[in-house]
């Protein structure tokens, strides 16, 4: 029975494949050769550390590997989290799960169809992120083939097994607690970590790795340097299996090597075997609907007491309210607000962090922040304003054949998303500039830019969301891994840049003027300056939206 | 009323509907019948603004649905097959929502809402949000939300798929209730029992056009069969609607 499980997915693949027209494989192609690039640029990164690191006297030759254990475990971390919530939505939401629950299969075989899907999900990304990693590794510390070989080769079964931990997490929390509620306690809890790690990572400063001054004791430096990471965890059986096997003690590395592998197996065969009671219990208790407990009735909304008092109109009102609910009940929503904040304490504690000393230094980096603060804010709307109209979904029919215009739909889509974002903008903006001490100038240019940029992403962000809506999709990465996402994203970044190209002229002379005294702008480059400016926003405004509802209004369901 | 003239829609190749021409009177119940594929939900989502035709045209009391949709939609109820709502929001928040959305004014709301949920048993499940619904119960939802705002067209695409032996009563009697009020009613359905006795008229549709057109009687006499079946009982629709489809089914093998 497995091969036919096996074969449905290759047909689907295969389908897809042959049935792609010419522009999706551009666009697939444009996605591999991005994905490539920006591994590419990671591999370079990573060399530049770790060959710093290797570089340093007498600790050199400890630091990588301390460094490699350290992202080795934290990365078996984010798998096992990212294998716990691919695993509450695959192994117990997914579309085809009441028709092979339906059919003559095994729990078991059910089971480890889904398994393998989870843990495929949920672990080539950072797989694929570790692999410049340890192409790096290998040449600073200048290994032969083999260790390339062993490497890669071990990093399958260790990202297994990290997706294995979530996944037997998520079949005992479905066992014990099997409602649908437990899904979105696990989204928020599994979030929550994410943006735990994510903000100890920077927290802890790993830029003290190259100070030892920065450690009270320095035989505490050496000791620490010297001690595995956790020991007893799959990433030092990695981490110190590979160091073992460069160092030409192959002994350790079999007993490092065999334990992981055998602890996959292990793992996986006792998943499957206890599947056999655990997921029936967990799939059908998925399938209640959650209870919203006391019968409330009707709370009059904040919205239609405004649409009331004529401070809104009928429409809108009535979309913002419905929105506003969706919103505020969608956990998954509430995760990701978390994890804006956290971006921003981060964003803001590196910015505090940095070793600027001259005035003008920092007023540079307070208007080169400018395109840093918008690639924050065009992510923030790759997650909420660009996914808006897709996010109708199903239900789309209902407000396709009311008697609502699309156009007022966008504009409430477009309400609803420019407050928020218009925020984040202008607080990391000004807050930056606060801990920049920039000067007054650039203050107010940086604020103007990131303002009026936070409205034109919106504006983006709906438009093109509206030219290229998925109403069918299971989950909301679909929609922000999209082509649609992958333009939307490539415009944001292409405004910025022109933006900065633009600023440059009059940012030039500011500075110019503050070491000259005799340094006069030449006005006609200014006013070209102001006018490329105000032609760029109006593109960005006025053509994503014409596009979108256009598209939109031709959209057929 | 509802006037289709020349309505015809293709996929690239297919033609999904083929120069249709129909007019159903105000307080009508048209009955829209065909095997699957045959273009039924296509012309039904054409005629709610769905989709656009690719020639030909629909209009809804005068109003045509390309030109003046907003205004088509004001007056027009669709109750799809397949009931999608938001899965976030609350029964009665969801008629509230469509109330607001159509216009339907918030003292009318408050004093039909109650009624409607009562009528189709929802008053227990009124809080709950919609996600927890069964496919009967949303279907049911979607129906009372047709009830509130008092269309003048309604479209009605296999209503009564997943309701109960209860409510399928009920919303027999709504359709007619509704018809007997003044509303044009356009109804596909599968069920040949509840099209015979519901509609005024019978249309069928065959590869995207329409075979037949007219009243039970109408149609029974212009079958092979006559208006006996043969074996001592009248012709039924389902005769009927074997008798014209099937032929043509085996005939094009």
């Not at chain 1, 079999?254 to 997921?279: D, I, R």
């Not at chain 1, 208790?285 to 909304?301: I, S, W």
């Not at chain 1, 990701?336 to 304490?345: E, F, K, W």
């Not at chain 1, 109708?392 to 420019?418: C, D, H, M, N, Q």
Request: positive net charge; glycine residues 8%.
């Amino acid at each position: 029975m497995m091969p036919v499980l096996l074969k449905r997915r290759l047909q689907s693949s295969f389908n897809s494949f042959v049935s792609m027209q010419k522009w999706e494989f551009f666009v697939r192609m444009s996605f591999m050769a991005a994905g490539l690039a920006i591994l590419c640029g990671m591999y370079f990164w990573f060399y530049r550390v770790l060959n710093y690191l290797y570089g340093i006297s007498i600790i050199g030759q400890l630091l990588p590997w301390k460094l490699s254990s350290m992202a080795f475990l934290l990365m078996f971390s984010m798998v096992s989290i990212s294998g716990l919530i691919a695993a509450m939505t695959t192994l117990y939401y997914s579309y085809d799960l009441k028709f092979l629950f339906s059919s003559p299969l095994s729990v078991r075989r059910i089971f480890f169809d889904k398994t393998v899907e989870a843990s495929l999900y949920s672990s080539w990304t950072l797989a694929a992120v570790m692999v410049p990693y340890i192409f790096a590794l290998g040449r600073v510390i200048g290994a032969g083939l083999f260790f390339y070989i062993y490497f890669l080769a071990l990093l399958v079964p260790y990202v297994l097994l990290g997706a294995a931990f979530g996944i037997m997490l998520s079949l005992g929390l479905m066992y014990w607690f099997p409602t649908s509620r437990t899904r979105d306690i696990v989204w928020l809890l599994g979030s929550s970590a994410m943006i735990g790690a994510y903000m100890m990572l920077r927290f802890v400063q790993p830029e003290r790795l190259t100070r030892p001054d920065a450690l009270e004791v320095v035989s505490k430096y050496l000791q620490y340097l010297q001690a595995p990471t956790a020991k007893y965890l799959p990433s030092w059986w990695l981490v110190g299996g590979m160091q073992a096997f460069h160092y030409g003690r192959y002994g350790d590395f079999a007993l490092c090597a065999s334990g992981l592998v055998l602890s996959v197996f292990a793992l996986y065969g006792l998943l499957v075997y206890f599947s056999k009671w655990a997921y029936m219990k967990g799939f059908s208790g998925a399938q209640e609907g959650m209870r919203q407990g006391p019968n409330k009735g009707f709370v009059e909304p904040l919205e239609r007491k405004m649409i009331y008092t004529g401070m809104m109109e009928t429409v809108q009102g009535t979309l913002l309210w419905k929105d506003r609910k969706l919103f505020m009940r969608d956990v998954r929503y509430w995760s990701q607000g978390a994890l804006i904040l956290a971006i921003m304490a981060v964003y803001l504690f590196s910015i505090r962090q940095l070793p600027l000393d001259s005035g003008d230094l920092k007023s540079l980096i307070s208007f080169l922040n400018i395109s840093v603060a918008g690639f924050v804010v065009a992510s923030i709307g790759l997650r909420f304003t660009f996914p808006s109209i897709s996010l109708e979904g199903k239900s789309f029919w209902i407000l396709r054949s009311s008697p609502v215009s699309l156009r007022s739909v966008l504009k409430e889509k477009l309400v609803l998303w420019t407050l928020p974002s218009f925020l984040v903008g202008t607080v990391l903006v000004a807050w930056s500039n606060v801990l920049l001490g920039a000067d007054a100038f650039i203050s107010i240019l940086s604020l103007f830019t990131i303002a009026v940029a936070s409205i034109a992403f919106c504006f983006m962000g709906v438009g093109l969301g509206a030219v290229f809506p998925r109403f069918n999709v299971e989950n909301i990465h679909q929609i922000e891994s999209s082509a649609g996402g992958f333009i939307y994203m490539a415009a944001c970044i292409g405004y910025l840049a022109l933006v900065l190209v633009i600023e440059s002229y009059p940012v030039r002379y500011h500075f110019m003027g503050r070491f000259y005294s005799n340094a006069s702008p030449d006005w006609r480059l200014e006013s070209l300056c102001a006018l490329a400016y105000v032609a760029l926003n109006a593109v960005a405004i006025v053509l994503p939206w014409k596009l979108g509802l256009k598209t939109l209004e031709s959209c057929e369901i | 009323m509802i006037e289709i003239s020349g309505l015809t829609k293709r996929f690239g190749d297919l033609t999904a509907v083929d120069n249709l021409n129909l007019r159903v009177e105000k307080g009508e119940v048209l009955g829209f019948l065909g095997p699957n594929g045959a273009g039924k939900t296509t012309t039904v989502k054409i005629m709610s603004g769905l989709m656009y035709p690719t020639a030909g045209s629909v209009k809804l009391c005068g109003i045509d649905i390309v030109q003046n949709p907003v205004e088509a939609k004001r007056i027009t109820a669709l109750v799809p097959d397949e009931p999608f709502v938001y899965p976030k929001l609350s029964g009665v928040e969801f008629l509230h929502f469509t109330g607001d959305l159509y216009g339907v004014p918030a003292d009318e709301q408050e004093r039909r809402i109650p009624e409607l949920l009562e009528m189709f048993d929802l008053v227990p499940w009124q809080s709950e949000l919609l996600e927890s619904y069964s496919h009967g119960m949303r279907q049911k939802l979607v129906i009372a939300t047709m009830l509130l705002r008092k269309p003048k067209v309604v479209l009605l695409d296999e209503p009564m798929v997943g309701l109960d032996p209860k409510s399928a009563r009920m919303v027999k009697t709504i359709i007619r209730d509704l018809a007997a009020a003044g509303a044009t009613v356009f109804m596909c359905t599968h069920i040949l029992e509840i099209a015979e006795k519901l509609c005024d008229r019978i249309g069928i549709m065959y590869g995207g056009k329409m075979i037949e057109l007219g009243t039970m009687a109408t149609l029974r006499a212009k079958t092979s069969q006559g208006l006996d079946a043969g074996d001592g009982r009248r012709i039924s629709l389902e005769d009927v609607f074997l008798d014209l489809t099937s032929d043509r089914q085996f005939s094009s093998l």
